[in-house]
């Protein structure tokens, strides 16, 4: 009967432990101040409005996937 109680206790505590983890690996959303200091590596690293790669960068930079890739 204890092996019983010792199984259920450690059930419930690994159910219990796994959404508050799960809840810790959630990302930020990207906020304004995010997008301006992307915004200014991106002109530092010589990347103005308008040149390629730069919307890119600045969407990896805030942690978003570029969009128009294709895996060839």
């Known amino acids: 009967m ?3 109680t010792l199984v ?3 059930i419930l505590a690994i159910a219990v432990s796994m959404p508050a983890s799960a809840a810790k690996k959630k990302a930020a959303a990207p906020t304004v101040g995010n997008y301006e200091e992307c915004e200014s590596k991106a002109l530092a690293l010589g990347m103005p409005h308008g040149q390629t790669g730069h919307q890119e960068y600045v969407r990896e930079c805030m942690g978003q996937r ?3 890739r294709t895996n060839s």
């Open 8 to 10: 259920i206790t450690a």
């Open 2 to 4: 204890r092996i019983w």
């Open 66 to 68: 570029p969009r128009g």
